[in-house]
């Protein structure tokens, strides 16, 4: 990628409006124009965008050729800058905002997408919802607590909670909230569903390891993002970056919240939770060789590092503090940066389409242009803001995603009108180029002006509770010269309990930011996923094209390296192939295949034909491919289900339920059955046994792998339904139970 140097306060001065602010090898961001190929977008005004782009052909959505302002938007923040361009796609960004407030005042997550969705609303208050809407706000979230008083997790993989463990989110949103009103009574009423949520999730879905199991925040549809052999059982036990990092934070807020209320000892112990969880994050998830964290752990008996850079998560370390500035710094330099933009995650699934795989999400770049901001990476925050202004203004309207190998919007699903793209839009000139920092007793403000938007900028109208800001920007930096309010010099920040109106004069020091490294990367594709499988004491896999090398894992450690497509077996393992093309770009790996000695117990049950009340989809006919004499069924009103199983030998094991869940569908829903493990009386972990697809009553599946260390002996195991234990739904937790297995490893 080709990037031009800025030409501001050089000998040769050129305006703004006509310098060169951003070019890549895919676009060029010249002035007050957009430039991307045969076509352009350009403000005709302030309050209009026109674009000359056409959509790839054949794709079911049509393209907005035109944006006019359509809303009266007074009552917000005006920006004046001398790039007419900025203005104008931040004006959109204000006129859709008005278009997202429903009647009922929530806040509607896209055009295409109607109601509250915790994550996406989540997300669009700490972007800006919070200070632009905050009663909007407010009611959105109050809308995404369940009548026992936890955080919802929205409807996903597997029967949502607890594979999607991504609900934290909301506290983070809940206390930027308290930061903007001050409201105690908010607060007082957020900190039991936030301690209530949090403490369940503690006891289901936090790991051995320190980090938290479930899919990767917001990156919900599991086909895009997981190697296909994975189950929604084992994307439960995989172990993510950017959730952990959610969680990490939610607790930090919870610490915060109690010190706020008064609870210290209860402050003390949250904010033990947060540390640990943010130091097993840098203990198993940093990647020091590329200047990375990996986007999740995965696997079932031995976890491995999916080794890709996942961009939300990347920028929350920074944004929260999980990195050391020192990590941020190589972070913002190490993150590959295609030539639209940072890609949701790098590199891509070759062979799977465009959505949450192969794409941008503006809202997600404003998350990497905050971040790099915050590293102190100029041209890295230069090419995000870039990223999220391109496809804005090309698409006249705040789109959800585009295919990152032209930048269009032809992918899986798409809207226009999108809440949190639209709240990173507003971000991007709130919080950066004015450098706006909500902090519980009043306003910090750290300007980031990349040298090539060096100017003088101008927001008025800006309310912060008793007080309204007019605001003055001039110049480029990292490092404010002078600040003064109402002509007189302070320190750059506003306590919460200041009044009337203000007119703030910020001075950057117009002093070259020390420069950090972009990596600029072409889109590449991760080679296919090896298909393995046994045959007697061999393993053997199909080969794949363009390969360079297969690597074995075994246990979860790499233990050989081959050009064959076989190799030999021992017992007791666990085995795993990984492809590298030849540029050193690794697959997944392959589902593993195991050598343990497996003990299985059939459940003491005869039943044949589900009878439930808890049936969500009854089974087309009576079920079938149960071992034995048939199937125990258990829901919340089930007496504990219990087995006697004999071990042979003391060791380590891994134990399996063969289940089946016809509740609802693989992708959506909420009806996830959770039961709680006891050997001997006592508790040993958690049984996940997701949908599997609606009515699908002869689908049996594992569940999640549990470890257990056993003594010889007969031991009793008890499947239980716990409080902890109880779903999104609520009505619905069932499932009907086969058999348990035991792997000696």
Not at 60 to 79: C, F, G, H, V
Request: proline residues 6%; glycine residues 6%.
């Amino acid at each position: 990628m080709r990037i031009l140097p800025s030409l501001l306060f050089t000998a040769a001065v050129l305006p703004l409006s006509a310098q060169v602010i951003v070019q890549t090898d895919a676009y060029t961001w010249r002035g007050d124009t957009i430039f991307q190929g045969p076509f352009k977008a350009y403000p005709l005004s302030a309050k209009d965008i026109e674009s000359t782009y056409s959509a790839q052909p054949g794709y079911y959505m049509p393209i907005e050729k035109r944006w006019t302002q359509k809303n009266d938007l007074s009552a917000y923040p005006r920006l004046t800058t001398p790039n007419l361009l900025h203005e104008a796609t931040y004006n959109m960004a204000l006129d859709e905002m008005v278009n997202a407030v429903e009647p009922d005042t929530t806040l509607r997550t896209g055009k295409e997408w109607a109601g509250v969705w915790t994550r996406d609303v989540s997300y669009s208050i700490i972007l800006s919802m919070a200070y632009m809407q905050p009663e909007a706000a407010r009611i959105s979230l109050e809308k995404k607590v369940d009548p026992m008083g936890r955080i919802i997790q929205d409807t996903g993989s597997g029967g949502a909670w607890p594979v999607s463990t991504d609900r934290a989110i909301w506290a983070v949103a809940a206390y930027e909230v308290y930061k903007v009103t001050g409201d105690k009574e908010w607060l007082k009423f957020i900190y039991p569903v936030i301690k209530r949520s949090l403490e369940t999730d503690a006891k289901t879905v936090y790991a051995e390891s320190g980090l938290v199991k479930g899919e990767t925040s917001f990156i919900d549809w599991r086909e895009q993002s997981h190697p296909k052999w994975m189950q929604t059982a084992d994307i439960y036990n995989s172990e993510t970056l950017s959730t952990s990092i959610v969680h990490a934070q939610a607790w930090h807020v919870l610490a915060e919240i109690a010190a706020d209320l008064g609870h210290k000892k209860e402050a003390k112990e949250a904010q033990t939770m947060s540390d640990k969880i943010a130091a097993a994050v840098n203990e198993h998830l940093w990647m020091d060789d590329k200047g990375y964290y990996a986007m999740y752990r995965y696997g079932r008996d031995n976890l491995i590092l999916n080794p890709r850079a996942e961009t939300l998560g990347e920028s929350l370390a920074i944004l929260w503090d999980v990195a050391t500035p020192e990590q941020a710094a190589k972070l913002s330099s190490s993150n590959p940066t295609t030539p639209f933009g940072t890609a949701i995650f790098y590199p891509q699934i070759a062979d799977m389409p465009a959505y949450h795989n192969n794409s941008l999400w503006p809202w997600v770049g404003s998350m990497w242009a905050l971040a790099s901001a915050k590293a102190g990476n100029e041209q890295g925050t230069l090419e995000a803001i870039g990223a999220v202004i391109r496809p804005a203004a090309l698409f006249a309207t705040n789109k959800e995603n585009f295919n990152l190998d032209n930048g269009d919007i032809a992918t899986e699903l798409n809207s226009s009108n999108m809440l949190w793209c639209l709240s990173g839009n507003i971000a991007l000139t709130h919080k950066i180029l004015f450098g706006i920092d909500y902090q519980k007793d009043g306003l910090a403000f750290h300007p980031f002006v990349p040298e090539a938007l060096g100017a003088t900028r101008r927001l008025e109208n800006f309310r912060y509770r008793g007080a309204t800001l007019d605001i003055t920007v001039e110049g480029y930096g990292s490092k404010i010269a002078s600040f003064t309010v109402n002509g007189k010099e302070q320190a750059p920040f506003i306590p919460a309990k200041t009044k009337g109106d203000l007119k703030i004069v910020i001075k950057m020091d117009n002093q070259p930011i020390a420069p950090l490294a972009v990596n600029h990367q072409p889109n590449k594709k991760a080679p296919l996923t090896p298909i393995v499988r046994r045959e007697g004491d061999m393993l053997r896999w199909n080969p794949i094209e363009y390969i360079g090398k297969y690597i074995i894992m075994v246990d979860g450690q790499p233990a050989a390296e081959t050009h064959t497509t076989t190799w030999p077996l021992e017992p007791g393992h666990e085995y795993q192939v990984v492809g590298v093309d030849g540029q050193g770009v690794p697959s997944f790996a392959s589902e593993p295949v195991t050598t343990y000695e497996e003990l299985v117990y059939e459940m003491p049950g005869e039943g044949t034909t589900v009878a439930s009340a808890e049936v969500s989809y009854a089974p087309k006919h009576e079920v079938q491919g149960y071992f034995g004499q048939g199937f125990v069924e258990t829901d919340k009103s089930s007496a504990p289900l219990e087995l006697t199983v004999d071990v042979p030998a003391d060791g380590e094991y891994a134990l399996v339920v063969r289940y089946a869940n016809g509740n609802g569908p693989v992708n959506t829903e909420n009806k996830c059955a959770i039961r709680t493990l006891f050997v001997d009386g006592v508790e040993a972990g958690t049984i996940v046994l997701p949908q599997r697809g609606v009515a699908n009553w002869d689908d049996w599946g594992e569940s999640n792998h549990l470890p257990l260390a056993l003594k010889a002996g007969s031991h009793t195991l008890s499947l239980q339904f716990l409080p902890q234990d109880e779903n999104m739904n609520i009505a619905t937790n069932h499932a009907l139970i086969d058999s348990i297995t035991l792997l000696r490893k």
